[in-house]
C-alpha cells in the first residue's frame, strides 16, 4: 500500500509559527507516514526545529528530524544528536548540505563531516552508545526478561533523479547512494522533479546497481510561475516549459491553483501506477495544495482541504 509524508521548516518568526500551527494540525489529521522537519546549517534553526518535532511526539505522527554536515565539529554534531535522541526522536533525514551564500568552491564550509554517510554512521554510533541493549518480556514466562539490541533508528538519505548538481555522472549518484546504504540508510528521499520518467528511470537504476532501501519521491505542488523560477534556481532541475506557460497563462489565484494540482496530481499518479512506494510532499508549511493532491489522487478522502493561493 503506497504511504505518503509531508515535509516542513521550522518558522521563522511569530505570524509564521501560528500560521504553521494552524496547518500542521490538517497535516496531522491527515496520517501520513511521517513528517520531517528542516533544520539550518549549523544549528541556525536548531531551537525552532526542536519545537516543532516536540509538538509532533505529542501527536501520533512520527517526526523526522533532518540534519546537515555544514559547519559541525564531531562533537557539535554528536551533542545535537544526543539531544534530538533524548527528546524522543527515532528517524532522522541526513543530509551532506550546501554551502553557505557567498562561499567559495571547497569541502571547508563542511567541517568534520564530510558526507552524508559519514552523519549516518554518527547517528548510529550516538544511538548504540545511548542504548546499546534494551530488556523485553518473555511470552509465557511474565517475570522473565532478555536482552536485545538497543532500539533503531530510522534514517534517511537524499537522492537525485537528474543528478546532484555537483556531480559528474549517473555512476557517482549511484555509488553515492550506494555508499549511504552501506553506512546505514534505511530510506531515500528524492528531490523534487517535474516528469515521473526521471524517477522511474532513476529507481531502476538504482536497483540495478544494488540499491535496496525504499526511494519515496519527492512531490512538490507549484502553484504560481514565481514560485516554479525558484524552485528551478535552487536545484538546479531543468524548467518545465510546459508548465511554465500554462502557470503563466493562468489569469487569477485560483487558476494557478488549479494548474499547480492538476500538475502535481499528474504527477502522482504516474509515479504510483509505476510502482512508487509512496509520495513524500514539501508543503512550504501549507496544508491546502498537499491535501488537494492526495484527495485527487485517492490516497486520503477524509480531508476537507481549503485552497491555498500561491
Same mark, same amino acid.
Given at each position: 500500500?503506497?504511504?505518503?509524508?509531508?515535509?516542513?521548516? +521550522?518558522p521563522?518568526?511569530?505570524?509564521?509559527?501560528?500560521?504553521?500551527?494552524e496547518?500542521?494540525?490538517?497535516l496531522?489529521?491527515?496520517?501520513?507516514?511521517?513528517?520531517?522537519?528542516?533544520?539550518?546549517?549549523?544549528?541556525?534553526?536548531? $531551537?525552532a526545529?526542536?519545537?516543532?518535532?516536540?509538538?509532533?511526539?505529542?501527536?501520533? @505522527?512520527?517526526?523526522?528530524?533532518?540534519l546537515t554536515?555544514?559547519?559541525?565539529?564531531?562533537s %557539535?554534531?554528536?551533542?545535537?544528536?544526543?539531544?534530538f535522541?533524548?527528546?524522543?526522536?527515532?528517524?532522522?533525514?541526513a543530509?551532506?548540505?550546501?554551502?553557505p551564500?557567498?562561499?567559495v568552491?571547497?569541502?571547508?564550509?563542511?567541517g568534520?563531516?564530510?558526507?552524508?554517510g559519514?552523519?549516518? #554512521?554518527?547517528?548510529?554510533?550516538?544511538?548504540?552508545?545511548? @542504548? +546499546?541493549?534494551?530488556? %523485553?518480556?518473555? +511470552?509465557g514466562?511474565?517475570?522473565?526478561?532478555?536482552?536485545?539490541s538497543g532500539?533503531?533508528?530510522?534514517?534517511?538519505v537524499?537522492? /537525485?533523479?537528474?543528478?546532484?548538481?555537483?556531480?559528474?555522472?549517473v555512476?557517482?549518484d549511484?555509488?553515492?547512494?550506494?555508499?549511504? $546504504?552501506?553506512?546505514?540508510?534505511?530510506?531515500?528521499?528524492? #528531490?523534487?522533479?517535474?516528469?515521473?520518467?526521471?524517477?522511474?528511470r /532513476?529507481?531502476e537504476?538504482?536497483?540495478?546497481?544494488?540499491?535496496?532501501?525504499r526511494?519515496?519521491?519527492? @512531490?512538490?505542488?507549484?502553484?504560481?510561475?514565481?514560485?516554479?523560477?525558484?524552485?528551478?534556481?535552487?536545484?538546479? %532541475?531543468?524548467m +518545465?516549459?510546459?508548465?511554465?506557460?500554462?502557470?503563466?497563462?493562468? $489569469?487569477?489565484?485560483?487558476?494557478?491553483?488549479?494548474?499547480?494540482?492538476?500538475h502535481?496530481?499528474?504527477?502522482?499518479n504516474?509515479?504510483?501506477?509505476?510502482?512508487?512506494?509512496?509520495?513524500?510532499?514539501y508543503t /512550504?508549511?501549507?496544508?491546502e495544495?498537499?491535501?488537494?493532491?492526495l484527495r485527487?489522487?485517492?490516497l486520503t478522502?477524509?480531508?476537507?482541504a481549503n485552497?491555498?493561493?500561491?
Amino acid at each position: 500500500m503506497a504511504t505518503y509524508s509531508f515535509e516542513l521548516y +521550522p518558522p521563522r518568526n511569530a505570524a509564521a509559527e501560528l500560521a504553521l500551527y494552524e496547518s500542521l494540525g490538517q497535516l496531522v489529521a491527515a496520517a501520513p507516514e511521517f513528517i520531517s522537519v528542516t533544520y539550518g546549517a549549523s544549528g541556525s534553526s536548531g $531551537e525552532a526545529s526542536l519545537g516543532v518535532l516536540r509538538h509532533l511526539l505529542t501527536t501520533a @505522527v512520527p517526526p523526522m528530524a533532518h540534519l546537515t554536515c555544514v559547519g559541525w565539529t564531531y562533537s %557539535e554534531a554528536t551533542r545535537v544528536i544526543r539531544e534530538f535522541l533524548d527528546a524522543g526522536l527515532t528517524s532522522f533525514l541526513a543530509l551532506r548540505g550546501d554551502p553557505p551564500v557567498g562561499s567559495v568552491e571547497g569541502d571547508d564550509f563542511l567541517g568534520d563531516l564530510k558526507s552524508a554517510g559519514e552523519l549516518v #554512521q554518527l547517528i548510529h554510533r550516538v544511538q548504540a552508545e545511548r @542504548v +546499546p541493549f534494551s530488556q %523485553e518480556s518473555v +511470552p509465557g514466562f511474565p517475570s522473565a526478561k532478555r536482552l536485545s539490541s538497543g532500539k533503531k533508528v530510522t534514517i534517511a538519505v537524499a537522492a /537525485f533523479p537528474n543528478g546532484h548538481p555537483r556531480s559528474r555522472s549517473v555512476e557517482q549518484d549511484l555509488d553515492t547512494l550506494l555508499a549511504k $546504504e552501506a553506512a546505514g540508510a534505511n530510506l531515500a528521499i528524492t #528531490q523534487l522533479f517535474f516528469h515521473a520518467e526521471d524517477y522511474l528511470r /532513476f529507481t531502476e537504476q538504482a536497483r540495478a546497481a544494488g540499491v535496496t532501501m525504499r526511494i519515496l519521491p519527492g @512531490v512538490m505542488p507549484i502553484l504560481s510561475p514565481e514560485r516554479l523560477q525558484r524552485m528551478v534556481d535552487l536545484t538546479g %532541475e531543468r524548467m +518545465p516549459v510546459e508548465l511554465l506557460a500554462r502557470l503563466s497563462a493562468a $489569469e487569477t489565484p485560483d487558476a494557478r491553483y488549479a494548474v499547480g494540482i492538476e500538475h502535481a496530481t499528474r504527477l502522482s499518479n504516474d509515479l504510483l501506477d509505476g510502482g512508487a512506494p509512496g509520495l513524500h510532499l514539501y508543503t /512550504f508549511n501549507r496544508h491546502e495544495a498537499v491535501l488537494s493532491v492526495l484527495r485527487a489522487t485517492g490516497l486520503t478522502t477524509t480531508i476537507d482541504a481549503n485552497k491555498e493561493q500561491a
